[in-house]
């Protein structure tokens, strides 16, 4: 007989905001390409991106 358990995970609020942010960056990210694409039919990298991501969390801190 195969028996399953189930846990149940408490997120404290930190880690909840920190998924918040990684997914609307996620978000953000994944629509820019998509515009891009449709708009100039030009494709936008990963790596490209994460080269903006330091002036991006920058201006976010500021913002605070």
Do not use: W
Not at 5 to 22: G, P, Q, W
Not at 24 to 36: D, P, V
Not at 58 to 64: D, I, L, Q, T, V
């Amino acid at each position: 007989m195969r028996k399953a358990y189930k846990y149940r995970v408490k997120i404290s609020n930190a880690v909840s905001n920190t998924l918040d942010i990684c997914r609307n960056f996620y978000k953000a990210a994944l629509q820019e390409r998509r515009e891009a694409y449709k708009l100039c039919g030009k494709t936008i990298t990963h790596l490209m991106q994460a080269q903006q991501l330091p002036a991006i969390k920058e201006s976010r801190a500021n913002e605070r």
